[in-house]
């Protein structure tokens, strides 16, 4: 299991996050910005819905990078 808080990606908050997986934290990241930050949401949306491929690659390698980065928990 690994923590990470929403400041770790880039949100304006230090909510943690505990799940096992990478794309379990995708989840519930946007889970949380939809419900703690609902403008930030509509902005990313907004960004996403006109977003390249190559934007949507880099996104994800961010996401991945700050997952990586993060140790597990003990
Ligand atoms: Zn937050």
């Known amino acids: ?6 400041a770790q990606f880039g949100g304006p908050c ?3 996050m505990t799940t096992a997986t ?19 949401f509509e ?3 907004i ?3 006109d977003a ?3 934007q ?3 996104a994800a390698a ?7 980065s993060v140790p597990e928990d003990k």
């Not at 961010?62 to 990586?68: A, G, I, L, R, T």
């Open 22 to 40: 990478e794309k379990e934290m995708s989840a519930m990241c946007w889970k949380h910005v939809k419900e703690a930050h609902p403008e930030r």
């Open 14 to 16: 230090d909510f943690k």
């Open 43 to 45: 902005e990313t949306k």
């Open 62 to 68: 961010y996401f991945h990078n700050v997952w990586e």
């Open 52 to 54: 390249t491929k190559e």
């Open 47 to 49: 960004v996403t819905k």
């Open 56 to 58: 949507d690659d880099r």
């Open 1 to 6: 299991m690994k923590t990470l808080t929403c």
